[in-house]
């Protein structure tokens, strides 16, 4: 096999993260280019600024390109922003000869992307989830079976068009090709979930600085994703308003908290305060009882400031349960639930604040983790936090591009009989 460069460029609201690897005979891919730049231009997920967003762009690009000694063409990107929703649909076709062939299954995903939607939305993913053969469910491999009617539900993510030709227009003008769009929650769902995560239930929320992406899967496939628009940054606004400190002081206290909460970076009388979340100690508190304030010096961060433990972590607490809350409405009333039985995954930089998932735990009432992203080699330290869950997705997601069809980008490299042989691959990966 030959060696095979794969980009992909995480585009957040933070930092543009650009990653280059190499893959060669069936390995894992290597990665041999990193770079992440501060974002420009990029509000919520979504390109504000053209110009700024390309220079950011290729900034990050450019500097993976010299650390990997190679320049790219084909890139692979991440999409993500308030009006990102979903839908599952159905395609129907008859089967055309004495056997389901390939071609059967083709006809039926496209079937199910006959549908209605806005002029001003496109489906970026179309993925299947299982197969029924005259009315037999739950098929993942149908084809060499035998049947006359050929159903296929699949989960198809839609996106205005407006997003993605941004996003297209800003790395085109570094000069490169944007090969595939992919989702932000469904690119960190294939670098932080496990199969059985996904056969038993489980909820991913990938927290950025702008928005929170949300996928949910059930039995082994996906059943909803969408996003909403707040993220950690807000959580530094509010620590910037309620302790009266500028946005820079407030993101280094945000950053630091882990450190302040575990005695790392505290003042001697504040050695033995509780880390445990506000909210739980509430709900243990013995009635009546006051707690102590404890309080933090934050000159040991840079910030020429006291302030009282509890105070700062109400602040953050209040902000993360305003997220988990308009994840959990949004999830509601598309008719499904956001606690599955093997809990929350909690994934993007803002899963690393302290105790969070000991929160998440207490709103939702089921287990919840930290995801972190795996599955690359090579220089993986500086991208093995989960606030590069994204970016080893889209990775991973290349490798085996075309397991759904994507129609956000022209692939006109691509023919017909490679699409069937890597759906072919993709359906075999599937049998136990």
């Given at each position: 096999m030959a060696r095979k460069i794969i980009t992909a460029i995480d585009v957040g609201s933070s930092k543009i993260t650009t990653v280059i690897t190499a893959v060669e005979d069936n390995q894992q891919p290597t990665v041999i280019g990193v770079c992440s730049h501060p974002s420009k231009g990029i509000k919520k997920g979504v390109v504000v600024n053209i110009d700024d967003a390309t220079s950011a762009i290729s900034e990050s690009v450019t500097a993976a390109e010299r650390m990997?000694?190679?320049?790219?063409?084909?890139?692979?990107?991440?999409?993500?922003?308030?009006?990102?929703?979903?839908?599952?649909?159905?395609?129907?076709?008859?089967?055309?000869?004495?056997?389901?062939?390939?071609?059967?299954?083709?006809?039926?995903?496209?079937?199910?992307?006959?549908?209605?939607?806005?002029?001003?939305?496109?489906?970026?993913?179309?993925?299947?989830?299982?197969?029924?053969?005259?009315?037999?469910?739950?098929?993942?491999?149908?084809?060499?079976?035998?049947?006359g009617r050929l159903e296929v539900e699949t989960h198809i993510i839609t996106a205005p068009n407006s997003y993605w030709q941004n996003i297209k227009k800003c790395v085109d003008q570094i000069g490169s090709n944007v090969y595939d769009v992919i989702f932000t929650g469904w690119a960190s769902s294939l670098s932080v979930l496990t199969d059985t995560e996904k056969e038993l239930g489980v909820t991913l929320l990938d927290i950025g600085s702008g928005t929170t992406s949300i996928c949910i899967f059930q039995e082994g496939s996906v059943i909803?994703?969408?996003?909403?628009?707040?993220?950690?940054?807000?959580?530094?606004?509010?620590?910037?308003?309620?302790?009266?400190?500028?946005?820079?002081?407030?993101?280094?206290?945000?950053?630091?908290?882990?450190?302040?909460?575990?005695?790392?970076?505290?003042?001697?009388?504040?050695?033995?305060?509780?880390?445990?979340p506000a909210l739980l100690r509430k709900l243990d508190e013995p009635k009546g009882k006051k707690e102590k304030s404890e309080e933090v010096d934050l000159n040991v961060i840079g910030v020429d400031k006291k302030v009282s433990k509890d105070m700062l972590q109400k602040i953050v607490e209040a902000r993360c349960e305003e997220v988990f809350e308009m994840a959990k409405d949004n999830?509601?009333?598309?008719?499904?639930e956001i606690s599955m039985p093997a809990g929350i995954v909690l994934t993007g930089g803002t899963s690393l604040l302290r105790n969070?998932?000991?929160?998440?735990?207490?709103?939702?009432?089921?287990?919840?983790?930290?995801?972190?992203?795996?599955?690359?080699?090579?220089?993986?330290?500086?991208?093995?936090?989960?606030s590069y869950a994204t970016?080893?997705?889209?990775?991973?997601?290349?490798?085996?591009?075309?397991?759904?069809?994507?129609?956000?980008?022209?692939?006109?490299?691509?023919?017909?009989?490679?699409?069937?042989?890597?759906?072919?691959?993709?359906?075999?990966?599937?049998?136990?």
């Open positions: 990997a000694g190679v320049t790219v063409s084909d890139v692979y990107v991440s999409i993500n922003g308030e009006q990102v929703t979903s839908l599952n649909n159905k395609g129907v076709v008859a089967v055309a000869g004495s056997e389901i062939t390939i071609d059967d299954t083709y006809r039926a995903i496209e079937n199910a992307r006959t549908l209605s939607l806005p002029d001003n939305l496109n489906p970026i993913h179309i993925i299947p989830r299982e197969f029924v053969v005259d009315n037999q469910g739950g098929i993942k491999y149908p084809i060499g079976m035998s049947g909803y994703s969408g996003s909403i628009p707040i993220g950690g940054n807000n959580i530094t606004s509010d620590i910037a308003i309620g302790l009266q400190v500028s946005l820079e002081d407030a993101e280094k206290i945000k950053i630091n908290m882990g450190d302040l909460f575990d005695n790392k970076c505290v003042d001697n009388k504040s050695k033995n305060m509780d880390s445990t999830v509601t009333k598309a008719g499904y969070l998932t000991k929160l998440t735990q207490c709103v939702f009432g089921v287990a919840a983790r930290v995801g972190y992203p795996s599955g690359l080699t090579g220089m993986t330290e500086e991208i093995s936090d989960p970016v080893q997705g889209l990775i991973k997601h290349a490798l085996d591009d075309d397991v759904e069809i994507s129609s956000s980008v022209d692939k006109g490299k691509s023919s017909m009989s490679g699409f069937f042989n890597k759906v072919t691959e993709w359906f075999k990966s599937l049998l136990p």
